[in-house]
């Protein structure tokens, strides 16, 4: 074995261990090991064409071992890279996907239909529209990496997509991480002021998204909880797509919650949120998790963090929860 590879084999065993190093070590070790390599891909649902993007430590190789996959599924109003492969000058990391990369994950994510680079239609690109999205970019991933299976996460509303894509097929889910998750929406505050627009919504496809709302996503629960140049350069990053973005989940989230029913996803399951979080009360989430028919599921509450985990201060908590998750030793005696 090469001094490269048992150093590799050693990362990998400190990365299943989960909770045996901390994130932030593995992956300044990981760092010096292998640059981030990084590729574009498309997928088509019918006429439509989905932007994939692909993060991983070293481009593939013929006959190299597998690596666990993890798709990163994005909300109603950031498309992908904005979402999880941000640069914030002088802030430290806030790539969601560098980070899963230097731990060892090859890491997706896409563009849903009218987000970022995907095709343009006059659809609202409700959550149902989002799953479907997904299932298009499965035969992708699993054609470039090999795997059948594979980990999501998604937030927001796009762990509302993922949530029903694993219920539509669980053969294709392994792990799944929900953060930001809202289930009936009850007593939600931020639902409750959203539907205050719900007409509005019905109205048109498309609402705006401009700067002010984007910064509103760092502010609307409790701020300081995150670094307002942050959201500047997220709205940066975003607003090259223009200042419009579909109104679909907003109607599913405001109107016809639940879309999903805990009992029909079968995958272990992370349900993970901010303390602060306004997009669902704790006893909503509750109900969800004590429905979840497998065994291997978590709630994890993080301190001092509201509704986007990726972006705050102590984010690099959210890191050691899902990382902690997602490497969960197989289970023995099942």
């Known amino acids: 074995m090469t001094e490269g590879a048992s150093r590799r084999g050693l990362l990998a065993g400190a990365a299943i261990g989960g909770a045996l190093a901390a994130p932030a070590a593995l992956i300044q070790a990981a760092a010096a090991e292998e640059a981030v390599w990084a590729a574009e891909y498309w997928a088509e649902k019918g006429p439509v064409r989905l932007y994939l993007f692909r993060k991983r430590l070293g481009a593939p190789k013929p ?13 109603s109003s950031n498309s992908a890279r904005p979402s999880f492969d941000l640069t914030v000058p002088g802030k430290g990391e806030y790539s969601l996907m560098n980070v899963f990369a230097r731990l060892g994950y090859d890491v997706w994510t896409m563009d849903h239909e009218n987000y970022g680079r995907s ?38 509303s796009g762990a509302l997509r993922a949530a029903v894509f694993a219920a539509q097929d669980p053969s294709r889910v392994d792990r799944l991480v929900l953060t930001a998750f809202t289930y009936t929406g009850k007593d939600s505050p931020t639902l409750i002021e959203r539907a205050k627009r719900l007409d509005a919504f019905r109205a048109s496809n498309k609402r705006l998204r401009d700067r002010s709302m984007i910064r509103s996503i760092f502010t609307r629960d409790m701020p300081g909880t995150s670094d307002m140049a942050v959201a500047e350069a997220l709205a940066d990053a975003e607003l090259v797509f223009g200042d419009q973005t579909p109104t679909g989940t907003y109607v599913d989230m405001t109107s016809r919650l639940p879309v999903v029913q805990p009992e029909a996803v079968t995958s272990p399951v992370l349900l993970i949120r901010g303390e602060h979080d306004g997009i669902a009360s704790m006893a909503d989430l509750w109900e969800f998790f004590d429905r979840l028919p497998n065994g291997d599921r978590q709630f994890v509450v993080l301190p001092n963090a509201a509704h986007s985990l990726t972006f705050g201060h102590n984010r690099a908590q959210f890191w050691h929860a899902a990382q902690a998750f997602l490497s969960m030793p197989a289970l023995v005696g099942a």
């Open 63 to 75: 006959g190299e071992a597998p690596r666990p996959v993890l798709f990163l599924v994005h909300g």
């Open 119 to 156: 095709s343009r239609t006059e659809s609202n690109s409700d959550i149902a529209s989002g799953a479907a999205d997904l299932a298009a970019a499965m035969p992708v991933v699993a054609r470039e990496t090999g795997a059948a299976r594979l980990h999501m996460m998604g937030e927001s």
